[in-house]
């Protein structure tokens, strides 16, 4: 700022516009960068790898979804199966048909035994794994269950079928390690995206990346829908050969972490700047304190020590992991666990078991109930990406953006519980229903999640993160657990209108959970709205000063 001519004292007159010019607020140097625009190509790629490698497992999810009525379909005789009634059954059929179960409705209690199973296993992996992948190489992690869960759904959707060897004990085993094997994609790749985007925009970046399940979920019910007249195994054996691809890919391109090509920690990042403002108020004080009595002003009093940008390095104990017990009481996490545990219960249920629902309660074709339960994962992903631009403006804020959300998913749940037998309204209201039910589920299993393994208390410990979002999904996914096991028990009981009444009444504990949290930020940001003018630091109007320098002052 100052020249070598104007070391020493500040002189009144001319030297006053110097001295006013100084006082200015100091604005962050363009040599480092703020959080937001320091992304390179690194990260472009880590967001393609991460987002491409857990749409694949979804995929492969949404398929055994969507071929649930060919697979019933299979599992009875066919002289009981009502798909082929006006169909020649020839005596062999009758004689040598599969009898694995007598009629549909028990193939459907068995269907939602089997997700219940997968759910289970997939949560009880995920309280595990989420620690494991804070301590292991996450590149190993993943592309191990990628490769791995690929031969499992190969094995239990097209092995057996080519075989025609149907076993309860076998499908049963293979789908509960099939849930072990999943868990470890998402608490990894979360921990991952967390490494490289810190708070300044997590909430839209991973608003807008966590409708990678949304878009698997889509490219699945493609899948299916394309090649369901050749037979249900033909989708198992696409999905899971992609996944195995997309593993591959995963352990050539991804980089776990950026000081892994020399460049910082997102949170390092965060860190500088919030000091650099700090200092620089802290300053800014003290020169205006100084002025007014008439002191002296030097460089050594305006401009603060510089601080390091690339920090690779933490103290040693920021490097170790934390503790799973530590990790559930880190603030927030219980309540978003919780409320969590409701909201996917809803969620899943509409992943698991909704083109279920249109073909059979709606008697659509499977092609077109693939088609249109896709609405569902379209509106998620648009509320996902606007809520999370939403609470960034708000400062990070979640809570107050995703209860309003909920509080109208009610009425979108009863709009669609009563929707005619349209193609056209059906779908708009299943996408008002996946923006409202889904765009909150895909906010608190990613960027909340992130927020919360990033806690202020362990600032600099990036191994959290894997850890408190396998605790965050891992007891939403005992909540859905339960609820693919009730889903059928209810339709079988009452009706499907008594399956969205359920589904009602799980969003309105979710919402519960999460009423604390959403006070307490509320109470901070009246605090933070009622301290701001006071707080405000404004610029010495300088008398010698024309109108248009005030207009475009100098930095």
Known sequence: MFSSDSEGSISSGTNLIEMNTIAKPIRQNSKHPSNKLSWSRHHVAVFCVTFWSYASFHATRKCFSNVKDDVSD???????????????????????????????????????????????????????SGSISDRVN??????????????????????????????????????????????VGWPTVVAIMGNWFGEGSRGFILGLWSSCASVGNIIGAVIVAAVLDYGYEFGFLVTSTMMFCSGIVVWFALVVSPTDVGLPMPFDEDEHDSRTRESSSSDYRHIQRDDEDGLIASDSLLLPDPLPHHTTTHP?????????????????????????????????????????????ALNW?????????????????LAGILGG??????????????????????GSLYLYTNSPRNK????????????????????????ISADLGQNPTIRGSHRALATVTGIVDGTGS?????????VPLIQLRFDWHWVFYFFMLMLFLTVVCILPVVYNEAIRSKNTMDASPSREIRRPINPLESDSDTDNPQT
């Open 316 to 360: 040693k104990d920021n490097l170790k992991a934390i503790s799973f017990y530590r990790a559930v009481l880190l603030p927030g996490v219980i309540p978003y666990s919780l409320a969590y545990a409701c909201l996917k219960l809803v969620n899943y249920a509409f992943f698991f078991w909704l083109p279920f629902y249109l073909s059979n």
């Open 478 to 486: 005992v909540g859905a657990a339960f609820g693919q096991y009730l």
């Open 74 to 128: 299979a599992w009875i005789p066919s002289i009981s199966n009502d798909s082929i009634k006006f169909h020649v059954v020839w005596p062999n059929d009758t004689w040598y048909g599969e009898d694995f179960y007598p009629d549909k409705d028990s193939t459907k209690t068995f269907l939602g035994t089997l997700d219940a199973v997968f759910m289970f296993s997939y949560a009880f992996g995920l309280f595990i």
């Open 138 to 183: 996450k590149r190993y992690i993943l592309c191990g269950g990628m490769w791995l869960s690929s031969i499992l759904i190969l094995v239990f959707g097209s092995v057996t079928q080519w075989t025609h060897y149907y076993s309860r004990v076998l499908y049963v085993g293979l789908w509960a390690v099939n849930g072990l094997v999943q868990s």
């Open 424 to 447: 056209l309204i059906n779908s708009v209201l299943l996408g008002v229903a996946g923006f409202f039910i889904g765009g909150p589920a895909n906010l608190i299993s990613a960027a």
């Open 389 to 410: 631009l939403i609470s960034d403006r708000l400062n990070r804020r979640r809570g107050i953006v995703v209860t309003p959300m909920l509080i109208v998913g009610f």
């Open 365 to 381: 074709d499977d092609s077109v109930a693939d088609e249109i339960s896709t609405f569902y994962d379209v509106g998620g992903i």
